[in-house]
């Protein structure tokens, strides 16, 4: 049998399974009123409002004085909370697919006042055009010899992708650590990523000359834990990008570009969070090796 705490909850998520009760709410936000005048400003029939009044009622979202309907505090405070998981919502088709802990519960909370302008993305076009963008700005600076601002990168999948870019944007570099060495000195990077990606790094044997040469071995985390990265996430300057990894390979039908100097805070709270789990590849390296 159910006890009384649970009766509330039957009572609560009755009260709140339509979209009718949810606008009933947002209505009383600012005003108060009787059930006729409820059921006009929404364009519902009485019979529909009486019905949802009575569930939001029974939950105590709202109360009855002197025949008009009010938003009650816990109301309130209820409804903030809906209208943030309706941006949350939003990356339903991101966070769908990242699995459980991956990222916090408080980070994705964080996140919530940057999504009011945000729209998740779903076409190859405008994640290829606001990359080019950013990669365009990435090349400016490097060829005026500015320091750029540090990339941070959590996640990551290919390291051949990596070289691809560089080839692209500079055709007369040359994958030689002594040419690339000139590229190295104005660029700062973190990367953070699973035991995977590590495998990928170890097999690789110009990975091997540019960590004996360029010594970025110590700019490369990756966490010891038994788990493997589906999405990436990248920061430069103030750009945040989120995007799925499927197979090996970007997974570009949902991703966002956070353009908004706060978005730093979200991805730092992350960025540090996997740094505490994680050993500079140097020292993975070592254990692998039993050294």
Partial sequence: MANNN????DLLFNAISSETTYNILKLYEDNSFNLTDTAKQLNYSISTIQDNLKKLLQSDLI???????HLSS????????MKEFEEVNKLKHLFGKIPLKLIPCEFIEELIPLLKNIKVQETSWHFLNILNELLAK???EIENGLIIGEIQVIGWWDLNFDFEILKALFPNLTMEYKSLSKLFKNLKFRLISDKNFADDLISNEFFHEMRQHLEIGQYIRIVEDDIKFNF???KFE????????????IDIRHHIFIQNPKSHIFFNNIFNYYQEKSVPIDEYIKKLSGN
């Fill in 238 to 249: 103030e750009t945040v990008i989120l995007f799925m990894i499927e197979n090996n390979d």
């Fill in 63 to 69: 109360y009855l004085n002197e025949k008009k309907y």
């Fill in 138 to 140: 990435f090349k400016d």
């Fill in 232 to 234: 990436t996430i990248m």
């Fill in 6 to 9: 649970t009766s509330d909850l």
């Fill in 74 to 81: 816990f109301g309130n405070y209820f409804l903030s909370k």
